[in-house]
């Protein structure tokens, strides 16, 4: 409602155009929009700056200036990964996206109020080191921007990709031959969701119609009980979603169950390398695997001995072990590998939304209101 509040008081009418509604009488007459506005002609002069760390993922600070295009005493920049620490201290916000953010460059930011991403990934960030700091560090939820259904939705192109087997596809078009090759149904599949938080249960919903059995792991579940609103859905829900549920001492088993491994979890010191030569030897011979969520869930060498040897039927990324990925790389050579250059989340109803909540809190910060719309981990 801050935000709200904040934008009518400064461009209403502008806000009106972007389908914002009209502010009910009584607001409008109330001490503390009264208040508000003050804060907004005092602070007019002001600029609150807004940082986004690289030039990858462009439509991330495109969107966020459109969205603030009304708002001139909020500025946007962006620049190149490696200048971030000789200017951050100029800053106010920033948008880490994927640079790293460590106590050297966090001392730096002397101005720094809210660090946060555009998405919910904050492996790269000192959590402690900004907190000493006082500065705030918040990730965009991804069940209430669109962001975990785009995650899920990817997911399920590359196993149909690597089901169909997209790359001798494009084989057969050069060569003009038809009816080659033979590819698999996902109908009858048994898919195992590593991670079942927010994308997960997403990509569960969307899996449902093809009429597969799924299975599903999380930290914090077992196999004979689902902690109330374990994943921020009812139990029932989850109930109807998945066939068979357990924890972390599940993870050999779901393996060697599933025709299909999709990796849905957070990257932190104790899911690094979670997928490696035990795990995929677990799996079912000629299984596939698909990481959508972050490269260093999968031990490198694993996957490639794993490949190499023909006991992984399949691989599909949208994230990989370094980013930008080398094209070059050996992984890449075999025929039944898909990558996609992380746009999983990178969609327009995702990041418009995202730009929003960015923007917001951009406006929020400049006028001392409560920020709204992320989730506050410090």
Excluded at 164 to 187: F, I, S
Excluded at 359 to 369: F, R, V
Aim: with cysteine; net charge neutral.
């Amino acid at each position: 409602m801050a935000g709200v509040l904040l934008g009518y008081a400064v461009r209403g009418s502008v806000r009106r155009l972007r389908g914002f509604p009209d502010l009910p009488p009584r607001l409008l007459r109330s001490a503390d929009f009264l208040r508000m506005g003050d804060v907004v002609e005092k602070s007019h002069n002001d600029i609150t700056n807004v940082l986004f760390c690289g030039f990858h993922f462009p439509a991330s600070q495109n969107y966020t200036r459109e969205y603030l295009k009304g708002y001139p005493f909020i500025k946007v920049d962006e620049v190149a990964l490696d200048e971030v620490p000789n200017v951050i201290h100029r800053y106010h916000i920033c948008v880490v996206k994927n640079r790293r953010f460590d106590a050297t460059v966090i001392d730096k930011a002397v101005q720094m109020k809210l660090i946060m991403q555009f998405g919910v990934g904050l492996e790269g960030v000192d959590i402690e080191a900004a907190t000493r700091c006082n500065i705030k560090v918040a990730r965009i939820p991804g069940s209430s921007t669109g962001n975990a259904a785009s995650c899920a939705e990817m997911a399920i192109y590359l196993i149909l990709g690597l089901l169909r087997k997209q790359k001798e596809m494009d084989n057969a078009v050069k060569q003009k031959n038809l009816g080659v090759p033979v590819g698999e149904t996902l109908l009858g599949k048994t898919v195992f969701i590593l991670g079942f938080g927010a994308i997960g249960v997403d990509l569960a919903k969307r899996l449902r119609p093809f009429g597969v059995k799924i299975l599903a792991t999380k930290r914090s579940w077992t196999t004979v009980s689902l902690p109330p609103n374990a994943s921020g859905a009812p139990n029932d829900e989850i109930d109807h979603l998945v066939d068979k549920k357990g924890g972390p001492e599940n993870l050999y088993e779901f393996a060697g169950e599933a025709d299909i491994v999709v990796t849905c979890l957070a990257l932190n010191a104790a899911t690094a390398g979670i997928v490696d030569g035990r795990f995929l030897s677990s799996m079912r011979k000629v299984s596939l695997l698909v990481n959508i969520a972050r490269g260093g869930l999968l031990d490198y060498n694993a996957v490639h001995q794993h490949l190499q040897s023909g006991h992984l039927g399949g691989l599909g990324i949208d994230v990989a072990w370094t980013e930008p990925f080398d094209p070059e790389d050996p992984i890449l050579k075999f025929p039944n590998v898909l990558i996609t250059p992380h746009v999983a989340g990178v969609t327009e109803y995702s990041y418009r939304t995202m730009a929003k909540v960015v923007g917001d809190c951009a406006l929020q910060l400049h006028a001392g209101s409560p920020l709204t719309g992320v989730e506050i981990v410090n």
